[in-house]
């Protein structure tokens, strides 16, 4: 099946640091990506569709300079959290969508834990 | 935001029993999906049903959507204590567009 990864598995940064968080299909090519987030023994929520070649798309309330979205290839979208703060502290999960391909489904990383102390 | 609400929002059962969990939403949706997402973890997508259908099987899992009611149920039978986790609805306006969780159904399987 399809794989996704993300790296690193988890970070540690010290408040007003940036944290680039990667996320990857291993093994197809994914026009669409998406980046979630997710407190504890919470749903996720979602942040922002990331398009390859375009600008993400934002949902309501989600800061874009804060969190900055790259998506330069096919099989890769970067977040960036910038000058994080404690309240940054979460589970971050992506997903990508396979191009042309069966558009319903999505293929979720393993998820980031963000620590920002 | 979400577009889906979960009950229960957590449920105990013993190893054995059946567990049953429920999803409403509020707008029309394409296509509804499962996914369970053990503590800490990524997820993993369980079962997709379309608008167009009402009942889906897979394995120890049952999926019923009911569009009228804006609802749908996910049944795992004969559960196991492998089956605790988080369980989440979520649903798809189209084919192709973002999908929305639901707040999500945490099971735990006593053995």
């Known amino acids: 099946g399809a794989v996704v990864s993300q790296h690193p598995s988890r970070v540690i940064c010290k408040s007003g640091t940036s944290v680039k968080i990667e996320c990857r299909s291993l093994?197809?090519?994914?026009?669409?990506m998406f980046w979630y987030r997710q407190f504890p023994k919470k749903s996720l929520m979602l942040m922002a569709t990331?398009?390859?070649?375009?600008?993400?798309?934002?949902e309501q309330g989600v800061e874009k300079d804060k969190f900055l979205i790259n998506h330069a290839s096919l099989t890769l979208s970067t977040l960036t959290v910038t000058s994080a703060h404690p309240e940054d502290s979460s589970f971050y999960i992506c997903?990508?969508?396979?191009?042309?391909?069966?558009?319903?489904?999505?293929?979720f990383g393993p998820g980031t834990r963000l620590l920002v102390l | 935001s979400q577009q889906g609400e979960e009950d229960p929002q957590a449920l105990s059962i013993q190893e054995g029993e059946n567990a049953t969990m429920n999803c409403s939403y509020k707008t029309s949706i394409n296509n509804l999906q499962w996914y369970r997402q053990n503590s800490g973890r990524g997820l993993v997508h369980l079962i997709l049903i379309r608008s167009n259908e009402r009942e889906k099987h897979s394995g120890r899992l049952r999926v019923t959507l009911d569009t009228s009611k804006k609802s749908s149920s996910l049944l795992i039978t004969a559960s196991r204590a492998a089956d605790t986790a988080s369980y989440f609805c979520?649903?798809?306006?189209?084919?192709?567009?973002?999908?929305?969780f639901g707040s999500g159904t945490r099971l735990s399987i006593r053995p």
């Open positions: 990331s398009n390859e070649g375009s600008k993400a798309t934002y």
């Open positions: 997903s990508a969508r396979e191009t042309s391909v069966n558009q319903e489904t999505q293929y």
């Open positions: 979520a649903t798809a306006y189209s084919s192709a567009s973002k999908i929305i």
């Open positions: 093994d197809f090519q994914a026009t669409t």
